[in-house]
């Protein structure tokens, strides 16, 4: 089991940046699973970027090239760097990770791209 608290969100302008931490409340050395969803008003909840154990990356083609996803297994913590920031990422941002085949999820921080 573990608890996630995500961190980080606010109201930005087009092409600023933001950067997102998820903190675990327990080791996440042995958590393979670990990443960023995001919920738009009305919308499903969609992938961000995941991060593996081993650093493996996969990012969503909405935000190649734009976003960064990093994990530091010292901190415990999952970060997410946004840049070049557009209206279209506005949304709720979740943290997500898997444990035993379980899923947990943080309560979510709010992200704004807007002029």
């Known amino acids: 089991q573990v608890q996630l608290v995500e961190s980080g969100g606010g109201l930005v302008q087009p092409g600023e940046s933001l950067r997102l931490s998820c903190a675990a409340s327990?080791?996440?050395?042995?958590?393979?699973?670990m990443g960023w969803y995001r919920q738009a008003p009305g919308k499903q909840r969609d992938v961000v970027a995941t991060?593996?154990?081993?650093?493996?990356?996969y990012y969503a083609d909405s935000v190649k090239g734009r976003f960064t996803i990093s994990r530091d297994n010292a901190k415990n913590t999952v970060n997410l760097q946004m840049d070049s920031l557009k209206p279209e990422d506005t949304a709720v941002y979740y943290c997500?990770?898997?444990?035993?085949?379980?899923?947990?999820w943080g309560q979510g921080t709010q992200v704004t791209v807007s002029s």
């Open positions: 997500k990770a898997v444990v035993a085949g379980q899923y947990y």
């Open positions: 327990r080791s996440i050395f042995g958590i393979n699973a």
């Open positions: 991060i593996s154990s081993g650093g493996s990356t």
